[in-house]
């Protein structure tokens, strides 16, 4: 989930908010709450990052909520991995060494199929693959855990929106079960999460970054949540968050990314956070709950 500051100007500019202001920072503490627990792309630190494994991990260490992002191949599948290119998490330069710079967009699914997604984090993982979005949520759908969905550079996959959509719905993952409690489906890009929504206002949708106070209500239109870096929270920014009515006319929710450190986590909660995504899932957990 890492993007420069520039991503988040741009949606503001996009939204024609150019003349917003920033929120003053004040330290005042909240009463500390206690915050949901999201283990980003999966037990990531335990096993190999967005992979039915890591999964697998968090179900072990009881975490009730995972992140993970989406993109597509070039024949149409939506896959579940966080970089644009395949080299960093897979095999994929020994496997096609002549098709640098491994865009996932330039290869099909059999061809994203044949590569070890899971060799190089450890050996033991090994043969691990790139999942498909319908095989992880076959899989969470079984430990009955809740997805939070990044659409991960939306701009490349036109129309992946309605694509994602449609996909959850087939899963079964768009009924009042899920959508009550176990979906949320968000993206830095705004114009993707106001597509999602016009798609599907039941769908709870958030927005990654750190709007302006003053462009809050323009967001709302569309996000029910903001979740900003940890680095931009603030007890004056948390609170004009939540004093902002979503387009379900709730409260706007707010889940801070990524936090790996229980000073930062206490923090988080102590400010009021709704949540933190977090790599290490079991010692945020254990430390602000």
Same mark, same amino acid.
């Given at each position: 989930?890492?993007?420069?500051?520039?991503?988040?100007?741009?949606?503001?500019?996009?939204?024609? /908010? *150019?003349?917003?202001?920033?929120?003053?920072?004040?330290?005042?503490?909240?009463?500390?709450?206690?915050?949901?627990?999201?283990?980003? !792309?999966?037990?990531?630190?335990? /096993?190999?990052?967005?992979?039915? /494994?890591?999964?697998?991990?968090?179900?072990?260490?009881?975490?009730?909520?995972?992140?993970?992002?989406?993109?597509?191949?070039?024949?149409?599948?939506?896959?579940?991995?966080?970089?644009?290119?395949?080299?960093?998490?897979?095999?994929?330069?020994?496997?096609?060494?002549?098709?640098?710079?491994?865009?996932?967009?330039?290869?099909?699914?059999?061809?994203?199929? !044949?590569? +070890?997604?899971?060799?190089?984090?450890?050996?033991?993982?090994?043969?691990?693959? $790139?999942?498909?979005?319908?095989?992880?949520?076959?899989?969470?759908?079984?430990?009955? #855990?809740?997805?939070?969905?990044?659409?991960?550079?939306?701009?490349?996959?036109?129309?992946?929106?309605?694509?994602?959509?449609?996909?959850?719905?087939?899963?079964?993952?768009?009924? #009042?079960?899920?959508? *009550?409690? !176990?979906?949320?489906?968000?993206?830095?890009?705004?114009?993707?999460?106001?597509?999602?929504?016009?798609? !599907?206002?039941?769908?709870?949708?958030?927005?990654?970054?750190?709007?302006? $106070? *003053?462009?809050?209500?323009?967001?709302?239109?569309?996000?029910?949540?903001?979740?900003?870096?940890?680095?931009?929270?603030?007890?004056?920014?948390?609170?004009?968050?939540?004093?902002?009515?979503?387009? +379900?006319?709730?409260?706007?929710?707010?889940?801070?990314?990524?936090?790996?450190?229980?000073?930062? /986590?206490?923090?988080?909660?102590?400010?009021?956070? +709704?949540?933190?995504?977090?790599?290490?899932?079991?010692?945020?957990?254990?430390?602000?709950?």
């Amino acid at each position: 989930m890492h993007q420069s500051l520039a991503r988040t100007v741009a949606a503001t500019i996009l939204l024609g /908010a *150019s003349a917003c202001v920033t929120m003053p920072a004040h330290a005042a503490p909240a009463d500390p709450s206690t915050p949901t627990v999201f283990a980003h !792309r999966g037990a990531s630190t335990e /096993a190999p990052e967005n992979t039915l /494994a890591a999964v697998r991990r968090a179900h072990e260490q009881h975490i009730t909520w995972v992140e993970n992002d989406v993109q597509r191949t070039k024949d149409g599948a939506l896959v579940v991995i966080h970089d644009a290119t395949l080299n960093r998490t897979t095999d994929v330069e020994q496997v096609f060494p002549d098709r640098a710079p491994w865009r996932v967009a330039d290869f099909t699914l059999a061809e994203i199929r !044949r590569l +070890d997604a899971g060799v190089w984090f450890a050996p033991h993982f090994s043969g691990e693959r $790139v999942p498909t979005l319908e095989e992880y949520l076959r899989l969470l759908d079984q430990d009955r #855990q809740g997805l939070l969905l990044e659409l991960k550079r939306p701009e490349l996959y036109p129309g992946i929106e309605k694509q994602t959509v449609d996909a959850l719905e087939k899963a079964g993952w768009l009924d #009042q079960a899920h959508l *009550s409690g !176990r979906l949320v489906i968000q993206s830095f890009d705004a114009d993707a999460l106001r597509r999602t929504h016009e798609l !599907r206002p039941a769908v709870v949708t958030g927005f990654l970054g750190s709007p302006p $106070v *003053s462009c809050l209500k323009e967001y709302a239109a569309f996000a029910d949540q903001i979740n900003p870096d940890a680095k931009d929270v603030t007890y004056a920014y948390v609170q004009a968050v939540h004093s902002v009515k979503g387009p +379900d006319g709730k409260p706007l929710r707010m889940n801070a990314w990524t936090v790996d450190d229980l000073a930062t /986590a206490v923090r988080m909660a102590a400010l009021g956070a +709704d949540g933190i995504i977090t790599n290490r899932p079991d010692v945020i957990r254990n430390g602000v709950q």
